[in-house]
Each structure stands twice: as structure tokens, then as C-alpha cells.
């Protein structure tokens, strides 16, 4: 049985020392005879480093490590090329002059290998004598690689003028690309964000973005065919379905697919844990939601337009941009209306569904007092002590410290109450419908676990004053939407107090 490759990104390695491998070389040619200049965006840890690596070594000949995979027989490996392999991903640049120096590093490195000596002062003149005398001395146009070429703007995207320093730096740099093209045979730039093209890749007007084309939707990641021929051994014993609604889903306009490192990772260990999401807590991300007082039910079918995808600007950093670049969001349907395209996001899988969401709650409160009431919650769901309910919601809302309140200002916002019942059952991992259609009207939340279904409406007031959250859900029929769905349906009216920053009323039936 093969060893799994957990965080190895060379190529080499994972030939060399005979782990399994998912053979993506088939992409390499077809990348080859498509173009010349090629862009990619990926979330993180979805195997971009280990497909540049494997670019890599196809171009410098290295014909053994491609043993029995498609490249073997469909590759000109008389024809080796240099390679000029850039990567941002090790360590944190704070500045401008840290970016710089790492960029002088990579320079001086590649210089030693090919034996040549670089003579020019600045960091753009430097890379591109590079480019130059590493084509006069081999004989052979140069391969660029780029890895993680967006790292040093999202590692200070909190500091949005050190972040703008670094996309100037970075534009001036990779503006060498587009001087050189008579010396280079094939550029690669992968990355997390897909910034526009005037903004950080200036004249690259030439770079194919393939980061949405149907063509190369499994590039990086793993289908499920893949996975079952693949792993099939290590497979004996799991709940494919299990699997699939837990790390499956990921959506680039074509067949879904795991990200790779999920997959290592839970077949290593056969628990279900939110691996991929551990790996970077979205602290950025969850504040950004909540200064756009965002209504977190919303968020599970979000429509945009292909200009937002498209568009990640540090002056208007737009939370939807940043869910579906980050990996949090991911494609569930696309429309054409009247010559524009119209995208339905949706969260890619159950771990992603429910870590996002505890992380939230995590940022209203402190971590020990949302464990309990999420321990005692889903006991109450199965057991149907809606009594109990109210009081682990009321608590959660009495333990939110005030100085929290005056930061946000969010206790004027509607939404946010009824945001942290979804985000408490969304973190569950159970069955939550927000805005739920019936005949009539919407519901506003619907929750079912097992046999069992619980009904919302959520109404906010001022002072004592009811407003009949309990009595509209009888008087609309909501439950008829459910009735032989469900064995036991209840109606839950709840009604929030502003200035309390509470529950007022939190009523119920069984019907």
C-alpha cells in the first residue's frame, strides 16, 4: 500500500519515495498545446505547488520520475528547457524591503545554478538580465514558474497600506514577463486571489485565466473517480456518501471535486475533522462579515455577478469575493440573463458549512461558554426540550461582552440575531433552511434533525411590546409545508429585545 503524500509538494519526492500520486500530467501537455502565458487560482492547500513542481520537472527532462504516468509516452523529452521557479510561500513579509530582499534571493539562487553573474541593481532590471543570460547560455527559450504569487498581499491584508506596497512591488516585478517574450517558452502564475489584470499583471493582457474554464476543473483536487481508483484500498470501510458530503463539492464550472489535502488527511486518520479549515482560521474574513452586517443565512445562496468573482481590489475588499477566491464559497449554479452571467454560491461541504460557522460564533464570544451550549443544543434537538433551547440561546447572547457591542453596533442590525440561530445549527452539521419557500409566504428558519422539525419566525422589538412571531407561524401554516416529512413539527416564535441585546419572548408548539 502506497504512503500518502501529507504535505509533501515536491514532485520528486513523491516519485522518487513511491507515494500515491493522482496523475495529473495528461494536463501538462494540454497546457502546452493550448498557450504560451496561463493563470490559476486555487484556494489554499488544493495541490497548485505539487502540479508546479510536476511542471517542473516535465520541462527539465526528467523523463524517470514520469514512470508509467500519461506524460511518459506523449512528451518530447529531448528537449529539456531552464526554469526559473519563483515561489512566495515561505514565511511572512511584514515589509516592502522584506518582499525584496526574498525576490533578490530567488534571483541570486537561479543565477548560481546557471553559473552566471548578475550585474544590474534593481529588483526588475536584476530578473530580467536573469531571463535573458540564462536563455544565451542554455540555448533554450526559459520556463517561468510562479507560486503563491499573491502570498505577501494577503499575509498584510489587514494593513491595506502595506498590502498596496507589496501589489506595486510585486506588479513592477511581474512586469518583467511581459518584456521578456521572445526569451520564455511557458509561464505558470498560480495563487489564492485573482486580483484584475491592470492592477498586478500590467500588459500580461496575453495571460489565459483557466481558473474557471471547464476544460481544466480538476487540475488541481481530486474527482471522485479519481479517489475511488486511487485510494481504493485505503477506502475499505468508509461511507463514500459520508465522504463526499463532508469534503466533496468544490465547484470550478465542471465536475466537483475534494480538495487533495482532506482527503490525505482523513484517509490517514478516518476521523471526520475540519482539516483543511484548521490549517487558516478566516479571522479577516469573519471580521469583514460582521462590519458588513452580513445576514450569515444569506451567505448558503449568495447570486453574484462574474465581475465580482473576477475583481479582488484591497481599496473594496467585498466579503462575497473573498468567501468564493478563499474556498469558503464555491459555484452551485450559474444562469445567462440577458447577456450576463449569474452565479449561485453555496457553501462546498459539510466541513466547511460548520467550521465557518463556529468560527463565528467564536468571534461574538468566548470559546468555552459556545461549546457547552452547543453540547447541551444538540441534545435538545434530539430530545425536542425546546425549553432548553431558549435557554442556551439566551445565555449565548447574555455571554456576548458588551465593549463587543460597541465595536460592532450590530445589535441595530436586525439580521444578526436571527444570524446566530443559523450559525449555531449551520455549525451543528444538521439540516438548516433559511428563508425557506412554501405556498405562501417564507419561513424564516427550518431545522430538521432525524424525525423531528422546528420551525422560526424571529421578530425584533423595543420595550415589552410582542409582535406575534408565535401567532403568525399558526396563522400562515408554515408546518403544513411538512407534514408527512416529519413526525413531530414544531413552531417557534421568538422575539428579541434591541436594548436588551436579548430574547424577549421565545414561544412554541407542538402542531
Not at 434 to 462: P, S
Request: charged content about 35%; hydrophobic content about 35%.
Amino acid at each position: 500500500m502506497k504512503r500518502l503524500p501529507i504535505g509533501i509538494q515536491s514532485f520528486v519526492v513523491v516519485r522518487e519515495e513511491k507515494y500515491a500520486y493522482v496523475d495529473k500530467t495528461g494536463y501538462i501537455k494540454k497546457l502546452v498545446e493550448d498557450g504560451k502565458y496561463f493563470f490559476l487560482s486555487r484556494p489554499r492547500r488544493f495541490g497548485k505547488s505539487l502540479f508546479l513542481d510536476t511542471l517542473r520537472q516535465a520541462f527539465l527532462g526528467k523523463k524517470e520520475l514520469f514512470k508509467g504516468l500519461y506524460l511518459e509516452n506523449n512528451w518530447d523529452w529531448s528537449k529539456k528547457y531552464p526554469v526559473i521557479y519563483i515561489s512566495f510561500g515561505a514565511g511572512v513579509h511584514k515589509t516592502e524591503e522584506e518582499l525584496r530582499e526574498t525576490q533578490d534571493m530567488i534571483l541570486r539562487k537561479h543565477a548560481e545554478g546557471y553559473d552566471i553573474k548578475l550585474e544590474e541593481k534593481s529588483i526588475k532590471n536584476r530578473f530580467i538580465e536573469l531571463i535573458e543570460k540564462v536563455y544565451k547560455k542554455e540555448k533554450e527559450k526559459v520556463v517561468i514558474l510562479v507560486d503563491e504569487y499573491d502570498k505577501p498581499i494577503l499575509d498584510n491584508i489587514e494593513e491595506k497600506e502595506i498590502a498596496k506596497e507589496m501589489r506595486e512591488s510585486l506588479k513592477n516585478f511581474y512586469s518583467v514577463i511581459k518584456d521578456a517574450d521572445e526569451y520564455i517558452k511557458f509561464v505558470f502564475i498560480t495563487g489564492v486571489t485573482k486580483f484584475s489584470k491592470a492592477s498586478i499583471f500590467s500588459g500580461l493582457n496575453n495571460l489565459n485565466d483557466i481558473t474557471l474554464d471547464p476544460r481544466y476543473v480538476s487540475i488541481c483536487g481530486i474527482t471522485q473517480k479519481e479517489l475511488e481508483e486511487g485510494f481504493k484500498e485505503l477506502l475499505e470501510g468508509v461511507d463514500k456518501e459520508e465522504m463526499k458530503k463532508w469534503y466533496n463539492g468544490y465547484n470550478f464550472l465542471g465536475e466537483k471535486v475534494y480538495n487533495p489535502f482532506d482527503v490525505l488527511l482523513f484517509l490517514d486518520k478516518k476521523i471526520y475533522r475540519p482539516y483543511w479549515f484548521e490549517t487558516g482560521t478566516p479571522t479577516f474574513l469573519i471580521k469583514l462579515l460582521m462590519k458588513e452586517r452580513y445576514y450569515l443565512p444569506e451567505i448558503e445562496n449568495l447570486q453574484v455577478g462574474e465581475e465580482i468573482l473576477e475583481s479582488f481590489e484591497i481599496e473594496n475588499i467585498q466579503p462575497e469575493v473573498l468567501l468564493f477566491q478563499t474556498g469558503y464559497l464555491t459555484i452551485k449554479s450559474v444562469e445567462r440573463e440577458i447577456g450576463m452571467n449569474i452565479y449561485t454560491l453555496t457553501y462546498p461541504n459539510l466541513e466547511v458549512k460548520s467550521a465557518i460557522n463556529r468560527h463565528i460564533l467564536n468571534y461574538c464570544t468566548d470559546l468555552r461558554s459556545k461549546d457547552r451550549n452547543m453540547i447541551g443544543l444538540i441534545k435538545a434537538i434530539k430530545k425536542a426540550e425546546i425549553g432548553k433551547m431558549k435557554e442556551i440561546f439566551h445565555a449565548f447572547f447574555a455571554s456576548i461582552p458588551s465593549d463587543w457591542y460597541r465595536k460592532n453596533d450590530i445589535e441595530k442590525y436586525e439580521g444578526f440575531y436571527a444570524s446566530v440561530f443559523y450559525a449555531y445549527f449551520a455549525a451543528l452539521g444538521i439540516e438548516v433552511k433559511a428563508e425557506d419557500v412554501t405556498n405562501k409566504e417564507r419561513i424564516d428558519l427550518t431545522v430538521r434533525f432525524e424525525e423531528k422539525c422546528y420551525i422560526f419566525e424571529f421578530k425584533v422589538i423595543e420595550g415589552k411590546e410582542k409582535k406575534g412571531a408565535l401567532e403568525q407561524l399558526k396563522e400562515k401554516r408554515y408546518h403544513e409545508k411538512y407534514k408527512g416529512k416529519c413526525k413531530e413539527i414544531y413552531i417557534i416564535g421568538v422575539e428579541f429585545d434591541k436594548r436588551e441585546r436579548n430574547i424577549a419572548y421565545f414561544e412554541w408548539e407542538r402542531v
